[in-house]
């Protein structure tokens, strides 16, 4: 049977529908994802979210053109546990991906198998060449997880905010389709 | 009064500017980034761009003409945009290639520096270009800014994959440059 970009072993991915706010809403208020929402630019990525900011992020997100944005849905239970994205707003040789577990569901290799879906996606059905992930260094887990999936840093973008009390930078991290290929021939 | 350097001026764009910008757009040479081909930009196209600038006292974005002092000749274009204000920017700079190696682009960089850091008042000024261009690069490495991130084969130039660069310049690293200029902003942390 052909490999679903959408369709893991436990999870799946879809767009967003309005009934999602409420779950949404819910774990990206959560603190442990504070400066790590990875939500489009115009809502506050610290400040607590309303409902109606939500419903403005699953409109934008609905509307999104030249970049994916996907639920993570977890079939047997029926949950939202989190968000993707992939991101081609600049050039589809070189786009970037997210991926986002509700605090609830991490370290249970959720956000491994979003990844390999993103990755497949990127690589089977798009020119992308070069794949990046941008992540403040403050975010230790996220930098771990992404050298763990065979990404290299590129460096920083120096200053890129304030983060408690302090600025950071955004480590910038990237992999070839050739490298991601290699690493993954015969599955 | 527009931004004065040694031997540029940076003003606004004017609508009798349009056939030099739109010159400038279709160049290959002088246009890096392959995702802006192909070079057919139109005088229509152009003249869109400018009339669709709407009045803000807010703006996320700035553009000018580089004009020589002495001789009033267009030399380039040189702009910043995604303005995080009082925070960080983002600079472009092309310039028409018959002023290459003359000093304007850097004179015309070194004068946009000064109004982002001395006059907006960012903490951060970066520009992303690709190894394609090294003389770009150079330019840039002479205003202070280094290379912090290097993304491999992210872009496609006379036929060869360069590495996308990440230049930037710290406020700190921009006045340790110019002595002559007094940080009157205290540091945030």
């Known amino acids: 049977m052909m490999k679903s970009s959408f369709q893991g072993n436990r999870l799946a991915l879809r767009p967003f529908e309005p009934h999602d706010v409420p779950a949404l809403q819910a774990y990206l208020n959560h603190p442990d994802l504070s400066g790590r929402r990875f939500i489009p630019w115009a809502f506050p990525d610290i400040a607590p979210l309303s409902q109606r900011q939500v419903e403005g992020i699953v409109q934008r997100w609905a509307e999104a053109d030249r970049s994916l944005p996907l639920a993570v849905i977890r079939p047997d239970a029926g949950q939202l546990i989190g968000h993707a994205e992939c991101d081609w707003h600049w050039d589809p040789h070189q786009p970037s991906v997210q991926v986002v577990i509700a605090p609830d569901y991490q370290r249970q290799g959720h956000g491994s198998e979003v990844l390999e879906l993103l990755m497949r996606h990127l690589l089977d059905y798009t020119p992308a060449h070069n794949v990046s992930c941008w992540i403040a260094d403050w975010n230790k887990p996220a930098l771990t997880f992404c050298q763990r999936h065979g990404f290299r840093v590129a460096g920083r973008m120096r200053r890129a905010g304030i983060h408690q009390g302090r600025y950071f930078d955004l480590v910038i991290n990237d992999i070839l389709r050739t490298e991601w290929k290699a690493a993954h021939a015969g599955e | ?189």
């Open chain 2, 1 to 189: 009064m527009p931004l004065e350097g040694k031997s540029v001026v940076l003003r606004e764009q004017r609508r009798e500017d349009l056939p030099f910008l739109q010159s400038l757009q279709n160049d290959m040479e002088v246009q890096a980034w392959s995702k802006a081909l192909p070079p057919d930009y139109t005088d229509v196209m152009y003249a869109k761009r400018y009339d669709a600038r709407e009045f803000s006292y807010d703006p996320e974005e700035a553009r000018f003409v580089i004009v020589h002092k002495e001789t009033g000749e267009l030399i380039g274009h040189i702009s910043y945009s995604d303005l995080e204000r009082r925070f960080s920017a983002h600079l472009g700079i092309m310039t028409a290639r018959k002023f290459w190696g003359t000093g304007a682009a850097f004179d015309a960089q070194e004068t946009m520096l000064r109004f982002l850091f001395c006059e907006v008042g960012v903490r951060v000024v970066r520009l992303f270009t690709h190894s394609g261009i090294p003389r770009a690069v150079r330019l840039a490495e002479r205003a202070g800014f280094q290379v912090s991130a290097q993304i491999r084969q992210a872009n496609i130039k006379y036929g060869q994959l360069n590495d996308t660069l990440v230049m930037d310049i710290l406020r700190e690293e921009y006045f340790a440059r110019h002595p002559e200029l007094t940080d009157a902003l205290p540091p945030l942390f």
